[in-house]
């Protein structure tokens, strides 16, 4: 099972300048969450001050019972070792083939014999969608394929916690799809902790379990995936929708006259840039047919349960349609497959094989 992480009171500046502070989170073992925010917002940073890359001012990050900020150099390498990491760009060594790239943690971090590590990367390039290609360099290959070999990278060392910067940049909606559901299916058969970082709207809405969001140095709230689905804070409405409507300007800050100005032309029928309006929950994406159950969802159900008074009403509301099996198709999705595939936009059961570039 996966490690959770305490983060207490974090506040973090490149010299004068604030990227984010006071920040206060849980995140919960074993269960997938993602962190959202528009970009500059301190996203990365917050990945990297959680192992240790970066060193906040003020605050607690707590792994295994650890404050790393307070850490040796000694512990913070052994604290290390519990993380994967997923980096933006993939961060492939462009000399090494695919294989020499996932082997790498396996040979700087264990003494594994060649032939050990042989067994762990084929495996994790299997899990991966990339059995066959492992004597490719990243320079012949897509960004979808590079995103994956650097996950299989990050899945070398049996992490408790995978971090994930940025999974979909870069990639189209479709390698996107095929993307959440290997998070999701990777969750399932190794129970990690796993936190992603992102402003891709469809990966927050289908996706965690759990949601946050970054804003103007603050986070504005983290919780279940309910909690935010549902806000009715402006500016939490405003980046779900994908609109220029609301307090994100094209830098964070926006003031009030360019936001009556902007009220204006909406109201005159100028379109705001943003989809339609979208009420309630949808879906969460599930572990693909023949993966184990993932151990998260009972999880987040008898913690969720525990904390439902404190939650807002409409969180409260969703959270108990979904306990209470209003939405039938978590019931009933397995009880209709034939041999066939139902694939579409947001498909929460991405029942299709992980897709192979060439």
Same mark, same amino acid.
């Given at each position: 099972m996966g490690i959770g992480i305490q983060v207490e009171?974090?506040?973090k500046s490149f010299g004068s300048q604030v990227i984010w502070e006071d920040v206060t989170l849980d995140v919960p073992v074993g269960e997938v969450s993602v962190l959202l925010g528009p970009s500059g917002t301190g996203?990365?940073?917050? *990945?990297?001050?959680l192992i240790g890359l970066l060193r906040p001012e003020r605050g607690k990050i707590v792994v295994d019972g650890t404050n790393i900020i307070e850490s040796s150099a000694k512990e913070l390498y052994e604290i290390r070792k519990l993380f994967g990491v997923m980096f933006q760009d993939g +961060? *492939?060594?462009?000399?090494?083939?695919?294989y020499d790239n996932t082997a790498f943690p396996l040979r700087e971090h264990t003494k594994k014999k060649e032939s050990e590590i042989r067994d762990i990367v084929m495996e994790k390039l299997t899990v991966v969608g990339l059995d066959g290609d492992e004597k490719k360099f990243p320079g012949e290959i897509s960004g979808g394929m590079r995103k994956r070999a650097g996950l299989a990278r990050s899945l070398v060392l049996d992490p408790q916690i995978i971090l994930c910067d940025e999974p979909d940049s870069g990639l189209d909606p479709v390698r996107t799809a095929y993307l959440s559901q290997l *998070?999701?299916?990777?969750? +399932?058969?190794?129970? +990690? $902790?796993?936190?992603?970082? $992102?402003?891709?709207?469809?990966i +927050?809405? $289908? =996706? #965690?379990?759990?949601?946050?969001?970054?804003?103007?140095?603050? *986070? =504005?709230?983290?919780? #279940?995936r309910e909690v935010l689905l549902t806000s009715d804070e402006p500016v939490v409405r405003q980046f779900l929708n994908g609109r220029r409507l609301g307090p994100i300007g094209m830098s964070e800050e926006k003031d009030e006259a360019t936001m009556a100005e902007e009220q204006a032309m909406a109201d005159a029928g100028h379109h705001d840039g943003g989809v339609d309006e979208i009420e309630g929950v949808p879906p969460q994406i599930m572990a693909t047919p023949g993966m184990p159950e993932r151990k998260a969802v009972e999880r987040r159900r008898d913690r969720v349960r525990q904390i439902l008074r404190t939650l807002p009403p409409n969180a409260q509301e969703a959270i108990r349609d979904d306990l209470e099996g209003t939405h039938k198709y978590h019931s009933s999705q397995f009880a209709s497959m034939d041999d066939g595939h139902q694939d579409g936009d947001e498909s929460p059961t991405g029942r299709i094989p992980i897709s192979r570039e060439r």
């Open positions: 009171g974090l506040s996203k990365s940073v917050f *990945l990297k001050s +961060a *492939l060594f462009g000399s090494m083939n695919l *998070l999701i299916d990777i969750n +399932a058969q190794i129970d +990690a $902790t796993i936190l992603i970082v $992102t402003h891709n709207i469809n +927050a809405r $289908t =996706v #965690p379990d759990n949601m946050g969001m970054l804003f103007r140095k603050h *986070l =504005v709230m983290f919780g #279940p």
